[in-house]
């Protein structure tokens, strides 16, 4: 695996290595020792799928309060994804940027997102199949999130008209853009 720290402080962009030959190919997506070479949590509570029948629906910006912050790695499987952070720690240099990774079955990157950032994605094709690994257990108590549309974070989303959940469209608003 080829870990590649994004813009914000954290969050790594993970390339597998695949090996082929006439079968197809071989990868690992995970290894406890090289994430912990890394400081990245090593220790999978759970793994959840998404699977998306429309190209353009929105999932996000999703995340989960203390002490029950979660860590994810996430690959898309399935179709493509167009994957968004937004860097939520207070105290952190990217306070309120985003970045943003398309995901797709063929290109095998993988998105590592610590705990204090939001998370989500549009889909890019329909049918589309999302796979998490989490490092913390669901906390419906703790379950929050961001509207994904909040100029305070200015995040480009590839497509227009969204296929968004009610839930999403709740979120707060969490205040004005920042300057600079």
């Not at 695996?1 to 597998?16: P, S």
């Not at 589309?128 to 929050?144: C, G, I, K, L, N």
Request: hydrophobic share 35%.
């Amino acid at each position: 695996m080829i870990f590649a720290e994004t813009l914000l402080k954290g969050a790594f962009v993970i390339d597998l290595q695949p090996m082929e030959d006439e079968r197809g190919l071989f990868a690992r997506s995970f290894c406890r020792d090289e994430f912990g070479r890394m400081g990245l949590k090593t220790e999978v509570a759970q793994c959840n799928v998404s699977q998306n029948r429309k190209k353009g629906t929105l999932r996000g910006m999703h995340f989960q309060l203390p002490p029950k912050a979660e860590a994810k790695l996430v690959r898309c499987t399935r179709g493509a994804v167009y994957d968004v952070i937004v860097d939520l720690r207070a105290d952190s240099g990217t306070y309120r940027r985003w970045t943003a990774v398309e995901l797709t079955e063929r290109n095998l990157k993988m998105l590592y997102i610590p705990e204090g950032m939001a998370h989500g994605f549009q889909t890019l094709a329909d049918d589309t199949e999302v796979f998490y690994q989490m490092f913390e257990y669901y906390s419906p108590e703790h379950a929050s999130g961001v509207r994904w549309d909040d100029p305070a974070f200015g995040i480009r989303w590839p497509l227009d008209n969204p296929v968004i959940s009610r839930k999403d469209l709740s979120y707060p608003l969490v205040g004005k853009q920042p300057s600079g």
